[in-house]
Structure formats: structure tokens, C-alpha cells
């Protein structure tokens, strides 16, 4: 009834506002009048809904208007997104774009609705297998991906691997080969490690194989010496005898072939014109491989281009049209090899001749771009120079003590007669370190120093490049004091860690094969004595590895950074790039190994911490540990308790005392890792502060975990905490998330090595 009213009103309004200016018929205002409120008041309906994009790839956005409704699309980003008149969104490159889509249909209200698009790279996997090898043998990996590799060995006095997978096998022994693909405007980058055991065996029998080959082929070639003898066979030109077949007089017969010439009705055939259709290959997807110097052509050179695609059917570089945009400068031809004219840059730009899927038009034919650089030669150099400083990973080899001469490890790989005297090098402080014409450096004080080689001459024949490396080194013996100041602790890491294990303890169905028998409990609660405990045996553990130190029943079997101090659980070692969430994620290791697993879902403890103590220099040097520590007992009753043992026992032990015991960690450096973090628990009383713990007052942050409890983590300025964003959304904005969330992989995702 309130709606009726509403109307009413509104018509009135119209007849009111507009009697001033329609002409006095009224026969004429009437329905004219009518007409335009029936139209204000209807309004078309739109919904839309859309599936995930990938870069390179195509999808329909599910739009559903009112019948009728002429809907039409528009993008606010083509570089992100593109959409052609039916809807259709390409993935171009990775982010974010809005879909802009308006509804119109005659007397009605236009409708504009508007969502967010977003468009990810494309993973990419790796084919390559392990290799056996024998010494002196040479084989190229054949590894394949969508993007450019790079190949590094783990032992190159075993196995060498140059820039093109060619494999060298230099003695008896095994190494890793690691290939690395990188990532694209399409696709992410993707790494695998495969095995290379190279036997004492001398590479000779491969050799044989392929002179056999070689012998067959001339021995073939007087086979075919022999075909001028079938040029006699002018013989068979006698054939025109058999046009004497003309002599069957029934020549009529053949007039009547004519009907099969008839064979052009088939083309008439609609069904025949269709049968090509299932043969038609269409590109969904193409990109310019970027790989090291495929961008660089030198006048008058040719070079094919790297235009890679994925297509539903045999897809050839016929069925791309290639363009330069200076031809000037470069030239391509129909295969698109281009051709250096004259020194610039130019961009090549490839079309596919189909859309990207039976449904598409002329319009949705996908599009790829790519930069060259046409050079001159100006300079014949017989060498080329790639140097490398490469030092090894091991801590001592990235440490110069004052006084100490060490060879910086440089390698160089040539094309030609290049050596070390073709290479200058420079110190960044000659007073800290030095070094001279072979590489060789020197000490002289503490501190730290980047030592960079480049190339004396042009690395390419174009009398301009000059390649260039460097490596920092620490000079002088490491100190306690230097180590402890550069230790930190991943907040959010500790946090996401905490969170993990609980998951894994209450569900067995995401635990790995091997602790899937153990039983579910309980989450643990967190309790800030805990990460306390944790912290500094997480700190004590990274000091013991850079400066020596550790005591029985410290060091784990398993891994550098790992103790087994009674309560205490851990995993760590170098290698740990990751931080956050995803770095909390490699929590999960935890259940890998059953003594871990076990320790993990012990019933009776019930309150517990993860602490991810890290330490990185300018030198290379990465270390984690990330430990845990669980109690049955949260921190006031554990006090309670050894006060009323105390009184039972005439012991005068303490909450610190007891941590001191149970951690392994020397009281001194418990209290100095303490205080460097800003942690205080058990130390309320002035006689149990050590190390003039009463000067830094921590500051207590409330963090609330998945399991509901929450728990004061005293943390310092140093400590990592967890970084909150917000997403801001426009009115009449709908948002919808077109590509979910990778799953990653605890363990590799994070770059764990474990030793």
C-alpha cells in the first residue's frame, strides 16, 4: 500500500514539474507521462559471477541481466586484463584490473556493476631426470620449462653444467644439479634438483655408436648413386603408349570422369568445410622466452625469435604474424627471424592468426611483445669472461681472520684464452682488507668487506660489456657480543609455528604418513615463560654454531640448530630465506621425524611457545633455529610448585634456577639473550636479575592465537612483529578472487636445508 502511495506521489510530481513545458494536449501529456515513470521505476537486474585467470589465459565472465538487456564490458587496466565485447577476460600480466559491465535496455534504468579481477602468474614445472655418467663423458640434460633456465652443480669437481645443461664429468662421485627456471610475465619461477653419479668408467663406448652412424651413412651413399640408373627409366616415358589406351575408342568412359570432377559438390558440402573446424588449433596462451642474451642482435645478424605458446592442436610460427615496429632498425619475416639494420631498440611483436578458442573472433587473437637491442661489433675480442666469487657456504670460508691471506675463490668460465690476469679486482676498504692481482686477499682489521672483479676487457664483440661480481667477507674472529646484537626473532614466524603444530596435533588426517599413528590431544596454550625458555635456547644454539660452544646433550644428530635439552624441540640450519607465515609453515617438520612427532603430542603437556631466533650478516651467514618449548604447567603454577617443593624439600630453587636447568644455557648467556630480546619472566625479584636486567623494561604485547588463549610475549624493537594491511573497497564494488591461494609446501617452499 506504501509503495502505491509512493508511485502516486511520484507521478504527481512528474505532471507537476513537466506542465509548464509539454504542449496542452492532453491526450498527448497523458501517456507520454505514464511512460516515463513506468521507466524510472523499472530497473534491470544484473548479477556476475566469474572463474579464476591465469596470465596468458582466457575466461567468460558469467554476467545474467534482465531478459533483453544489452550488456557491454570494459576494462580499467588492458595491461592487467583485457575483455572484448562478449565478455571474454584475458589474462595479460599479474595484478589487478576492474571489469566494468553496463546493462541497457529501452524504458529501463541503465545498470553499471563492477568487479575486481585478479590475474596470477601461471606455475610452470620442469622435466629432467637423474643422470649416470662416466668420467670424461659430456651429455646435455634435455630439462625443459616455459621459461629460460639456469643450471648450478653442487660439487663441480665431479660434474660441471654450463649455461645450456651440457653436463661434464670430471671424476667418480655424486653431485645435485639444481635447475632454476625463472619467472615471466606468464608463468612463476620453478626449481628441481636431480642426481648426477658418475662412474669410474671411461666414457670411450659412446663414442664408437656414433662413428657407426657416420660409416652407414656413406655406405648408403652409393645406394642412392645408383638412381641415375633408374633415370634410364625414360623406359617408363614410353608410358605415352599407354595413352594409346585412347584406342578403347570408350574414351567416353573417361568423359564420363568428368562426374567425379563433380567432387567440387562435396566442397558444396557444408559438412566438409566443417570438417577443418576440429583441426583448427587455437593459442591460448604465448610469451617471449626471456633467457640471458637472446635480446641483444648485431647488425646484419640474424636470429630466430623466442616466441614460445601453448595451443589446443599443432600449432606452427606459420600461424603467427610477426611485426616490427622499426624496420628501420630490425626486420622479421613470416618465421619470425629477425635481422639486425642499424644500432637501437626495437620491439617485435607477435599475433596469433586464431583466437583462443572456437567461440572467439578476430578480436581475441592473443598478442606478445618483445624488446631487442640491435648492437654494432666494433671490437674482435677471442675471449669471453664470466666471473663468479663464489665462496664457500661454510661459515669459516666467509670469515678472513686480521693477518690471513685466503684466495677469494673466484671462477671463471671462458670461451677462448681467458685467465685471472684478465680480471681487475678492488676492496671496498683496503683498511679492513685487501687484495691483490690473483684475488688473493688479505686482513687487516675487523669489520666487513666487499671484494668486486670485473672484466679488464668487453665479456661480448661489441667492445662495451663489462661483467662484474662481488662478495662480502667478515674480517677477523667472530664475538659474543657481535653475535648476540644481530640475533632477532621472527614474531610472526614463532606465532604461525605455534598455530601449526596445534593443527597437526588435534588432526592426524594433516600429519605425513610417518606420524599419523601418534594420537590427537589437545592444542597447547601458549605461555610467555615458554617462549621465553624457547628464545634463549633458540639464541644459545646460533652461538654455539658461529662460535663453538655446545655441550652434551645440546647439539642434535639431526641438525646444527636443533636442541634436545630435555623440554626443548627444535629444527633449523642456513638456508632459511623465508620469513612469516611462510617460514612459521616449516613448523610442520616437526611430525617428519617420529622423536619429534612423539615429543609433540605428549598428552601431559598441555602449555608450550615456538621461538624463530634468526641471525644474518652482510658476509652470507643465515642461520634459524626455531625451537619449542613445552611444560605441563603454565607460568604462575610452575612457580607455585617450586615454592611448595621448596618447603617440602628445604631446597631453595627457583622459576630461573629451574629454566637454567632445563634449557642447558649457561646463566650468563641466559639472562644477556634475556635481555636482548626484552624477556624478564621469572625475574621479578632484584636478586634473580643478572646482567642488569632492571635497566630494559619490556614493553608486554597481547597476541591472541587460533586456539582462543592468549598470552603477554614480552618482546624488544628487535623482535619481528606481524604486519596488518587492510584492503579498501569502492561502493557498488564487488570483489571476486579469480585465482585461490597456492598451496605451499612447508618444507620446500621455504628453502629449508638441512644438515
Not at 535496455?105 to 596470477?120: A, D, E, L, P, Q
Not at 604474424?321 to 620491439?347: K, Q, Y
Not at 667492445?463 to 610472526?492: A, C, K, P, R
Amino acid at each position: 500500500m506504501k509503495n502505491n502511495k509512493l508511485k502516486a506521489l511520484a507521478v504527481a510530481m512528474v505532471l507537476t514539474m513537466s506542465s509548464g513545458m509539454i504542449p496542452t494536449t492532453a491526450g498527448i501529456e497523458v501517456p507520454a507521462l505514464t511512460t516515463t515513470v513506468e521507466a524510472a521505476a523499472k530497473k534491470i537486474t544484473l548479477k556476475a559471477s566469474n572463474k579464476k585467470v591465469y596470465a596468458g589465459k582466457a575466461v567468460k565472465i558469467n554476467a545474467k541481466a534482465t531478459k533483453g538487456a544489452k550488456l557491454s564490458y570494459k576494462t580499467s587496466n588492458k595491461k592487467i586484463a583485457t575483455v572484448n565485447s562478449k565478455g571474454v577476460i584475458t589474462g595479460k600480466n599479474a595484478g589487478t584490473a576492474k571489469i566494468t559491465i553496463t546493462a541497457k535496455k529501452s524504458k529501463y534504468k541503465t545498470v553499471k556493476k563492477n568487479i575486481t579481477v585478479k590475474v596470477v602468474k601461471q606455475n610452470q614445472k620442469i622435466t629432467a631426470s637423474s643422470q649416470t655418467l662416466a668420467v670424461g663423458q659430456r651429455k646435455n640434460l634435455g630439462a625443459k620449462a616455459k621459461t629460460g633456465m639456469i643450471y648450478k652443480s653442487s660439487n663441480p669437481k665431479v660434474v660441471t653444467v654450463d649455461k645450456k645443461g651440457n653436463l661434464r664429468a670430471l671424476k667418480a662421485g655424486t653431485a645435485k644439479i639444481t635447475i632454476s627456471a625463472k619467472a615471466s610475465g606468464i608463468y612463476n619461477k620453478a626449481s628441481k634438483t636431480i642426481a648426477v653419479t658418475v662412474s669410474k668408467a671411461v666414457a670411450s663406448k659412446p663414442i664408437t655408436p656414433t662413428r657407426k652412424p657416420e660409416a652407414s651413412k656413406p655406405t648408403t651413399t652409393p645406394v642412392p648413386t645408383k638412381v641415375p640408373e633408374p633415370t634410364k627409366a625414360p623406359e617408363p616415358t614410353k608410358a605415352p603408349e599407354p595413352t594409346k589406351a585412347p584406342d578403347p575408342t570408350e574414351t567416353p568412359k573417361p568423359t564420363e570422369t568428368p562426374e567425379p570432377t563433380a567432387t567440387p559438390e562435396p566442397t558444396k558440402i557444408p559438412n566438409s568445410t566443417e570438417v577443418p573446424q576440429p583441426e583448427i588449433s587455437y593459442v591460448t596462451s604465448m610469451y617471449f622466452e626471456e633467457t640471458a642474451k637472446t635480446n641483444v642482435i648485431y647488425v646484419g645478424e640474424s636470429k630466430k625469435s623466442t616466441l614460445k605458446w601453448e595451443a589446443t592442436g599443432n600449432t606452427t610460427l606459420k600461424d603467427f604474424v610477426f611485426t616490427s615496429s622499426n624496420p628501420a632498425v630490425a626486420t622479421v619475416d613470416e618465421n619470425g627471424t629477425i635481422t639486425g639494420v642499424s644500432a637501437g631498440d626495437v620491439r617485435i611483436t607477435a599475433t596469433s592468426k586464431t583466437p583462443f578458442s572456437a567461440a572467439g573472433t578476430k578480436d581475441d587473437c592473443l598478442t606478445a611483445t618483445y624488446k631487442y637491442h640491435i648492437k654494432v661489433r666494433t671490437t674482435e675480442i677471442d675471449s669471453m669472461y664470466y666471473p663468479s666469487i663464489t665462496g664457500n657456504d661454510a661459515i669459516t670460508q666467509k670469515n678472513i681472520g686480521i693477518g690471513e691471506t685466503k684466495d677469494c675463490t673466484l671462477k671463471i668460465e671462458t670461451m677462448g684464452s681467458g685467465s685471472i690476469s684478465d680480471i681487475a679486482f678492488t676492496s671496498s676498504d683496503p683498511s679492513i682488507a685487501t687484495v691483490d692481482e690473483n684475488g688473493k686477499v688479505t686482513g687487516k682489521k675487523a669489520g666487513y668487506v666487499t671484494i668486486t672483479a670485473k672484466t679488464k676487457l668487453p665479456s661480448e664483440m661489441d667492445g662495451q660489456t663489462i661483467l662484474t661480481d662481488s662478495t662480502t667477507y667478515h674480517v677477523g674472529d667472530y664475538t659474543y657480543e657481535e653475535i648476540l646484537s644481530g640475533l632477532t626473532i621472527d614474531n610472526t614466524a614463532s606465532k604461525t609455528a605455534f598455530n601449526v603444530l596445534n593443527e597437526l596435533r588435534q588432526d592426524k588426517s594433516k600429519r605425513p604418513a610417518i606420524s599419523q599413528d601418534f594420537p590427537e590431544v589437545a592444542a597447547r596454550t601458549w605461555d610467555g615463560s615458554a617462549f621465553q625458555n624457547a628464545a634463549a635456547r633458540g639464541g644459545r644454539n646460533i652461538i654455539c654454531e658461529i662460535l663453538g660452544g655446545w655441550t652434551n646433550e645440546e647439539k642434535s644428530t639431526v641438525n646444527p640448530l636443533a636442541s634436545h635439552g630435555y623440554s626443548q624441540n627444535g629444527y633449523g640450519g642456513s638456508g632459511w630465506e623465508a620469513t612469516g607465515e611462510e617460514l612459521g609453515n616449516a613448523a610442520t617438520e616437526f611430525f617428519y621425524d617420529r622423536p619429534h612427532a612423539q615429543n609433540q603430542t605428549r598428552s601431559d603437556e598441555v602449555y608450550g611457545a615456538v621461538a624463530v631466533v634468526q641471525y644474518k650478516n652482510a658476509a652470507g651467514i643465515n642461520l634459524t633455529s626455531m625451537i619449542v618449548d613445552m611444560n605441563s604447567y603454565p607460568y604462575e603454577q610452575q612457580k607455585v610448585n617450586i615454592a611448595n617443593s621448596n618447603k617440602q624439600n628445604s631446597t631453595t630453587e627457583t622459576w630461573i634456577s629451574n629454566s637454567l636447568k632445563m634449557t642447558i644455557v649457561p646463566s650468563n648467556q641466559y639472562y644477556d639473550i634475556c635481555k636482548h630480546f626484552g624477556l624478564s619472566y621469572g625475574m621479578e625479584n632484584t636478586t634473580d636479575v643478572q646482567a642488569d636486567m632492571s635497566a630494559s623494561e619490556p614493553v608486554a604485547i597481547e597476541d591472541t592465537f587460533t586456539d582462543g588463549s592468549t598470552g603477554a610475549v614480552n618482546i624488544t624493537d628487535s623482535v619481528e612483529t606481524a604486519e596488518t594491511g587492510q584492503q579498501e573497497e569502492t561502493e557498488e564494488t564487488e570483489e571476486f578472487e579469480l585465482s585461490p591461494e597456492e598451496e605451499t609446501n612447508a618444507v620446500s617452499d621455504v628453502g629449508v636445508i638441512f644438515e
